[in-house]
Structures are given as structure tokens and as C-alpha cells.
């Protein structure tokens, strides 16, 4: 039922808002609180294009890999129950996956900001914090750049380090890269010294290291105990960093791929607009996925589940807060990836402080 307010001595039609599902498979401090400021400074500039507030319905699920896939299905259940017309989330590739299936089968349109093309379906859109696909590309091309073309290879035994290492095969020869030893780890292991004493015997002249990240502070460890230091060149998992102050200290030197750039002006005009630098790939990340939802819906000729999805196909080149200057985010009818540009940034941490490199 409409809700309703007083002018003067009759009642007004005051219209729904419109109600938007956020699926959080990750929790982070303020995650709630943190995901509306950013991404409000988005919806508003739909501006009077949208004739009613936006709403978001937060829901958590103790998601994989440390958690359950059933937790993130109840969550998406709870989500299509209370009515919402899209949902964001969820942020980890091994649910995006779960979610794509669910998506599908509700006719429910998603967002998911997991690295993984393999996410995307008919309802399932895909807004690219890293990519599986792509960064082993970007990595193997850095690697060239140095000379550093012996490489032993740390990889998770999951969907996510086994995608990343599958595409990192594909990249080295096209680089002259030569993987001159390789292992794969339990994503949720504490203790890497035995995995780091085989590598050492390699004599590689760097460590490549490919999976969700939890694993990447043990690496880390490891080589530190065993007095090893060689160049370690990293995926996306090391965003981590922002968030784990102990964790970006133990990865000094590291390269890794990211998707914050100095360069974007998007960006700093948020940054301005929030009152704070907030680092990491959250801010303009939730900025850029409310305002995508928000367009949607201000383009739908139908405010209904099908009228949003449509309406996500009739985004075209929105600047994005997310990568360098210039990446674009849009869809289309079959394109389901967000991010057009150079969204991948490599960056370095030293010293606790993520710097940015000059290269792409």
C-alpha cells in the first residue's frame, strides 16, 4: 500500500520506494553504514530522473569458502521474499556462482562484484572488482617488463586460484614467462614453510601468488621465517591490505593488482563529496553500484524485476569511480561486464602504504 502524507486538509500519494537487495558474503567493519554513504552519493546523480526514494535491505550470509554456500542461498532467498527488484552482491566469486543459478531461476536482476566472468548470466550482471580472466595477463606482462622470467607459482586449490592459475598457463609463453615450479594450497591454510622450501629450490627469479587472499599472509610469513626475498607479484586478494594493516606490512615489495587509481577524477570528486580519502577498492566500488541500480531504474520504461534488467542494458558509458581515468561502466543486451577501460591498476605496498605504479 502507497504510504501517505498531509497537504493542507487531504491526503497525498506519496510513492514506494524502491527496494533494493545488498548481499554481503564478506564482513567488514561498518559494512552497512559504509555501503550506504558511498553508494548514495551515486544514486543521487540519477537526479529527478527517479521519481522516489532508493532503499537498500541489507542481508549477511556466511558465505564460502569459509562458510556455506546454504547460508549465502538463504540470504538470496530472504532477499526475492521481501520483494526487492535487484539485488547487489554477492562479492566472492565462489558465491557469485551460487547466485548466478538463483538469479536465473527468480528472474531477479544481480549485480555481483566478484572477479569472475563465469558469474554472468541472463540476470546476473557483473561489475569487476579484479578479474580471474584478465589480471594473470596483466601480471605475466609486469613480469616481462622486469625481466623476471623464472617463475615458481603459489595457487589456491579452489574456483578462484585454479581459474587464475589456468589463465596464468595461457598468458606466460604469450610473455616469455617460464613457470618453473608450481603448487597449489588449501585457501585456508596457516602454515606455508614446507611449500616455500620447494619453491626456494627452484631458483626462481620471482613468486607469483593467485588466489582470494587468506592464503597470501602465510606466503607472506613463510618466506619472512625462511629468509627468502625474492620479487612476489600478486592478484587482486592483496586489496586485502586496506583492510589488515598487519597483512599489508607482511606483503612490503609486493606488486599486485588493484582497481584504485589517482589518476580518475571520479574518484577524487568522491572522495571530496564523502569528506574523506577512504581507501580501497570499497568506496568507488558501492559508489558505482548505486548509481548503476539507480540508473536502471530511471531508464526502465516498467519499474518491475524485468523493466531493471532492461534498464541495466540501456547503460552506456557512465564514467566509472573504479580505475584509471577515463574506464567506463555499462551493459548491454548479452554484455554482462561493468567495467570498460583500464580498470586493472597495478600498485605496490610499502611500508603499510599502497602506492601506484606508473604501468598498467
Not at 571520479?266 to 566500488?285: D, F, K, N, R
Request: aromatic share 8%; charged share 25%.
Amino acid at each position: 500500500m502507497a504510504q501517505k502524507h498531509r497537504y493542507g486538509d487531504r491526503m497525498a500519494d506519496r510513492p514506494e520506494s524502491l527496494l533494493i537487495g545488498v548481499l554481503h558474503d564478506h564482513s567488514l567493519p561498518d559494512q552497512d553504514a559504509s555501503f550506504e554513504r558511498a553508494a548514495r552519493v551515486g544514486v543521487s546523480l540519477v537526479g529527478d530522473r527517479l521519481d522516489r526514494r532508493v532503499e537498500f535491505l541489507h542481508v549477511h550470509a556466511a558465505g564460502l569458502p569459509r562458510g556455506t554456500a546454504n547460508s549465502v542461498v538463504t540470504a538470496f532467498e530472504s532477499l526475492a521474499s521481501a520483494g526487492v527488484l535487484a539485488v547487489i552482491g554477492p562479492a566472492i566469486t565462489d558465491n557469485g556462482l551460487v547466485v548466478r543459478d538463483l538469479a536465473d531461476a527468480a528472474e531477479i536482476a544481480c549485480i555481483n562484484y566478484t572477479g569472475s566472468e563465469q558469474t554472468r548470466s541472463e540476470w546476473m550482471f557483473h561489475y569487476q572488482i579484479g578479474s580471474l580472466e584478465e589480471e594473470p595477463n596483466v601480471l605475466a606482462r609486469h613480469l616481462c617488463d622486469r625481466e623476471l622470467t623464472r617463475v615458481a607459482l603459489v595457487y589456491d586449490r579452489s574456483t578462484i586460484g585454479r581459474r587464475y592459475a589456468s589463465f596464468f598457463d595461457d598468458a606466460c609463453p604469450a610473455f616469455g614467462v617460464d613457470l618453473v615450479g608450481r603448487v597449489g594450497v588449501s585457501p585456508v591454510t596457516d602454515d606455508l614453510r614446507a611449500t616455500v622450501e620447494s619453491l626456494r629450490a627452484t631458483d626462481a627469479d620471482a613468486v607469483v601468488y593467485l588466489g582470494l587472499g587468506l592464503s597470501a599472509y602465510p606466503l607472506a610469513r613463510a618466506l619472512g621465517e625462511l629468509r627468502w626475498n625474492p620479487p612476489v607479484v600478486t592478484n587482486s586478494a592483496l586489496m586485502f591490505g586496506y583492510a589488515n594493516a598487519d597483512w599489508a606490512r607482511a606483503w612490503n615489495g609486493w606488486t599486485y593488482c588493484d582497481s584504485v587509481s589517482g589518476s580518475n577524477e571520479t574518484l577524487a570528486a568522491l572522495q571530496e563529496q564523502v569528506g574523506a580519502a577512504m581507501p580501497g577498492p570499497g568506496l568507488p566500488g558501492q559508489h558505482d553500484l548505486g548509481r548503476l541500480v539507480a540508473e536502471a531504474a530511471g531508464r526502465a520504461d516498467h519499474l518491475t524485476r524485468a523493466g531493471i534488467r532492461e534498464g541495466l542494458e540501456r547503460i552506456k558509458l557512465l564514467p566509472a569511480a573504479t580505475g584509471r581515468a577515463g574506464t567506463t561502466m555499462g551493459f548491454g543486451q548479452w554484455e554482462r561486464a561493468a567495467l570498460k577501460g583500464e580498470y586493472l591498476v597495478l600498485r605496490r605496498w610499502e611500508d603499510g602504504v599502497s602506492r601506484e605504479l606508473a604501468e598498467t
